[in-house]
């Protein structure tokens, strides 16, 4: 251990030493390699903590392993990440853009492994998530933490993580592109001449590390053996369209059932109640178990032997089996991953998305099929609705196209492929204007985007900005005791506030001008008097977006800011103003730099 830490401080030394641009090429090289290490390590521990239990246990046993399995696993990584993490590590990709937005793009160097372990616990037991979310955090947290070795301000801080995230996709499915674009869609990095050179080194660097370690083995391969038919557009234009709902429905389920667990306050019910939604779905619904992965791939090779459930013999119809069965998996798949999350486990929303995406081809294919057209071709469905139900829920068409397109090796499915994420992106973004990542962090002002501005804003601390060296006044001070400030203020603002701190009202100099020469009404007029209430406050919890609203609101230039109530000080929509000219002169002579 003492030899590693050795090897790495001169290497991190050595990188330092180096020109910016050299900087960021090596770091992007190294933080490629390790995170495809992670990725690696994930699938492996995730494989053998699945067979630990398998063997262990005996699956066979039936509705008792499903019953029992998955809230185990739930309780073990609960109490993992209590009492050995200490920190919450849910949500892995909504946690690296708040830190984007937030935390100067500065991730804890926890973040590396535990959300390796975490996962590995929650999916190898059987919970319904993805490994995809906790290994992003976990690329992100190396690219994160080598940068902040380097020396690396926040633009480059996060174009690192933004690295480790890309190198995580790629070396977990090996697939380079899908990394790119989901760290340029997802993560709303810049595409610039800076970005998309450590971009290319990280995602390339990763995969080929993953294939060296792995060979051919991955999350999710196929090879498509139909070629598109140019007839069959007007079913996927159908396809694009039904995902698209489907996408609207997993968002906004995934955010009710989360509203709705944290309804329930103490910890221990919650986790009882979410392990015990999670078993009953799996016992109704065996391919609820785990990731999803070897579901999907039956449903690539029309097996659907894993679709065997206790309602099979209530159907004499094959078809029509298939077509219930998967047409309630679409509706309840999310309610799964939602209670494996919300009951202490650690995973995504990336392979669920996949997975209700499969079956949500399966389902047009088997429906369309047997009204319209015969023809339709199964495989090309599956993997299109995968594409479609990514692109609507994510809002990342590009990441969907492109991930298809490696996992099956080819071409042959383009045009169906963007057909079905345009659609399905248009229709999702007709009911939801944020992706399932995005939504919550943008209703708190907290969303780093494309958008230069917005961006800035978002990443800036306006408290920062707020002036809190005012003289203040009490409310029942004589027009004399103000003048007597005023002598000694070169300020024209004067909170007024009690004993306690609360705001009540303001004093300016323009208001008490013609009548602070009056030394006869000193005695006689009191703050209370001649106080005004400001058109508006500002409270210390909200964004700075809705600061700038109240600002657009109330046309004001200066309004107080209070903390629960009670007086914090003033901010000016001035020094806001100055301070976004500052990062944005920041940013554009950082561009400068690398370029």
Same mark, same amino acid.
């Given at each position: 251990?003492?030899?590693?830490?050795?090897?790495?401080?001169?290497?991190? +030394?050595?990188?330092?030493?180096?020109?910016?641009?050299? /900087?960021?090429?090596?770091?992007?090289?190294?933080?490629?390699?390790?995170?495809?290490l992670?990725?690696?390590?994930?699938?492996?521990? @995730?494989?053998?903590?699945?067979g630990?239990?398998? *063997?262990?246990?005996?699956?066979?046993?039936?509705?008792?392993?499903?019953?029992? @399995?998955?809230p185990?696993?739930?309780?073990?990584? $609960?109490f993992?990440?209590?009492?050995?993490?200490? #920190?919450d590590i849910?949500?892995?990709?909504s946690?690296?853009l708040?830190?984007?937005?937030?935390? /100067?793009?500065?991730l804890?160097?926890?973040?590396?492994?535990?959300?390796?372990?975490?996962?590995?616990?929650t999916?190898?037991?059987?919970?319904?998530?993805?490994?995809?979310?906790?290994?992003?955090?976990?690329?992100?947290? %190396?690219?994160?933490?080598?940068?902040?070795?380097?020396?690396?301000?926040?633009r480059?801080?996060?174009?690192l993580?933004?690295?480790?995230?890309?190198?995580?996709?790629?070396g977990?499915?090996?697939?380079?592109?899908?990394?790119?674009?989901?760290?340029?869609?997802?993560?709303?990095l810049?595409?610039?001449?800076?970005? %998309?050179?450590?971009?290319? !080194?990280s995602?390339?660097? &990763? &995969?080929?590390?993953?294939?060296?370690?792995?060979?051919?083995?991955?999350?999710?391969?196929f090879?498509? /053996?139909?070629t598109?038919?140019?007839?069959?557009?007007?079913?996927?234009?159908?396809?694009?369209?039904?995902?698209?709902?489907v996408?609207?429905?997993f968002?906004r389920?995934?955010?009710?059932?989360?509203?709705?667990?944290?309804?329930?306050?103490?910890?221990?019910?919650?986790?009882?109640t979410?392990?015990?939604?999670?078993?009953?779905l799996?016992?109704?619904?065996?391919?609820?178990?785990?990731?999803?992965?070897?579901? !999907?791939?039956?449903?690539?090779k *029309?097996?659907?032997?894993?679709?065997?459930?206790?309602f099979?013999?209530?159907?004499?119809?094959?078809?029509?089996?298939?077509?219930?069965?998967?047409?309630?998996?679409?509706?309840?798949?999310?309610?799964?991953?939602?209670?494996?999350?919300?009951?202490?486990?650690?995973?995504?929303?990336?392979?669920?998305?996949?997975f209700?995406?499969?079956?949500?081809?399966?389902?047009?294919?088997?429906?369309?099929?047997?009204?319209?057209?015969p =023809?339709?071709?199964?495989?090309?469905?599956?993997?299109? =609705?995968?594409?479609?139900?990514?692109?609507?829920?994510?809002?990342?068409p590009?990441?969907?196209?492109?991930?298809?397109? *490696?996992?099956?090796?080819g071409?042959?499915?383009? !045009?169906?492929?963007?057909?079905?994420?345009?659609?399905s992106?248009?229709?999702?973004?007709?009911?939801? +204007?944020?992706?399932?990542?995005?939504?919550?962090?943008?209703?708190?002002?907290?969303?780093v985007?494309? #958008?230069?501005? /917005?961006?800035i804003? &978002?990443?800036?601390?306006?408290?920062? +900005?707020?002036e809190?060296?005012?003289?203040?006044?009490?409310?029942?001070?004589?027009?004399?005791e103000?003048?007597r400030i005023?002598s000694?203020?070169?300020?024209?603002?004067?909170p007024?506030v009690? +004993?306690?701190r609360?705001?009540?009202?303001?004093?300016?100099?323009?208001?008490?001008?013609?009548?602070?020469?009056?030394?006869?009404?000193?005695?006689? %007029?009191?703050?209370?008097?001649?106080?005004?209430?400001?058109?508006?406050?500002i409270?210390?919890?909200?964004?700075?977006?809705?600061?700038m609203?109240?600002?657009?609101?109330?046309?004001?230039?200066?309004?107080?800011v209070?903390?629960?109530?009670? $007086?914090?000080?003033?901010?000016s929509?001035?020094?806001?103003?100055?301070?976004?000219?500052?990062?944005?002169?920041e940013?554009f002579?950082?561009?400068?730099?690398?370029?």
């Amino acid at each position: 251990m003492k030899a590693i830490k050795i090897i790495s401080g001169r290497i991190i +030394e050595f990188i330092s030493g180096l020109s910016l641009r050299r /900087k960021l090429y090596l770091g992007s090289f190294f933080v490629g390699l390790f995170s495809a290490l992670a990725a690696v390590i994930m699938k492996n521990a @995730i494989h053998f903590t699945a067979g630990f239990v398998a *063997e262990h246990f005996n699956p066979g046993k039936g509705i008792l392993f499903y019953i029992v @399995i998955p809230p185990a696993g739930l309780i073990l990584t $609960y109490f993992f990440v209590k009492y050995i993490v200490k #920190d919450d590590i849910s949500h892995g990709v909504s946690r690296i853009l708040r830190s984007f937005s937030k935390g /100067k793009s500065y991730l804890k160097a926890h973040n590396i492994w535990s959300p390796i372990v975490a996962s590995s616990i929650t999916i190898g037991f059987g919970g319904s998530v993805g490994a995809e979310a906790p290994i992003v955090l976990s690329g992100s947290a %190396i690219g994160s933490n080598i940068g902040k070795k380097l020396g690396l301000s926040y633009r480059y801080l996060t174009l690192l993580a933004g690295c480790g995230a890309a190198g995580a996709i790629a070396g977990i499915f090996k697939a380079p592109v899908a990394g790119i674009i989901f760290a340029i869609e997802v993560l709303m990095l810049d595409m610039t001449l800076s970005s %998309i050179v450590p971009l290319l !080194i990280s995602t390339v660097t &990763a &995969a080929t590390v993953a294939w060296l370690l792995m060979g051919n083995s991955v999350l999710l391969s196929f090879t498509l /053996k139909d070629t598109f038919n140019i007839k069959d557009i007007p079913w996927y234009l159908v396809l694009g369209l039904f995902t698209g709902l489907v996408a609207v429905w997993f968002t906004r389920i995934t955010l009710f059932t989360e509203r709705v667990y944290k309804l329930i306050e103490n910890r221990t019910t919650r986790i009882i109640t979410g392990s015990l939604i999670l078993g009953l779905l799996i016992v109704l619904f065996p391919p609820f178990f785990g990731e999803g992965y070897t579901s !999907i791939m039956g449903i690539l090779k *029309e097996d659907f032997s894993g679709f065997n459930t206790i309602f099979k013999g209530f159907f004499s119809d094959t078809w029509l089996y298939l077509l219930v069965i998967s047409g309630v998996m679409i509706l309840l798949k999310v309610v799964a991953t939602s209670s494996t999350n919300s009951a202490g486990g650690v995973g995504g929303v990336f392979a669920p998305i996949l997975f209700t995406g499969a079956i949500a081809g399966l389902f047009a294919s088997l429906l369309l099929g047997k009204i319209f057209n015969p =023809g339709i071709p199964a495989a090309g469905f599956v993997l299109a =609705g995968m594409a479609g139900l990514m692109s609507g829920a994510m809002h990342a068409p590009l990441t969907a196209i492109f991930l298809i397109i *490696e996992i099956t090796g080819g071409y042959d499915l383009l !045009i169906p492929l963007i057909i079905t994420s345009t659609v399905s992106f248009i229709i999702s973004r007709r009911f939801t +204007e944020y992706s399932i990542y995005h939504i919550q962090l943008a209703s708190r002002g907290e969303l780093v985007t494309h #958008d230069k501005d /917005k961006a800035i804003l &978002a990443i800036m601390d306006w408290t920062r +900005e707020i002036e809190n060296d005012l003289i203040t006044i009490r409310p029942e001070a004589i027009l004399g005791e103000l003048v007597r400030i005023i002598s000694k203020s070169n300020r024209n603002i004067f909170p007024v506030v009690d +004993e306690y701190r609360v705001f009540e009202g303001v004093v300016m100099l323009d208001d008490v001008r013609e009548i602070m020469f009056d030394a006869s009404m000193y005695d006689k %007029i009191t703050m209370r008097d001649i106080m005004k209430i400001p058109p508006s406050y500002i409270d210390l919890s909200e964004n700075v977006q809705v600061v700038m609203d109240t600002f657009e609101k109330t046309g004001a230039w200066n309004l107080p800011v209070l903390d629960k109530g009670l $007086y914090a000080g003033y901010i000016s929509r001035s020094r806001i103003f100055s301070a976004y000219r500052d990062m944005l002169v920041e940013q554009f002579s950082e561009e400068q730099n690398i370029n």
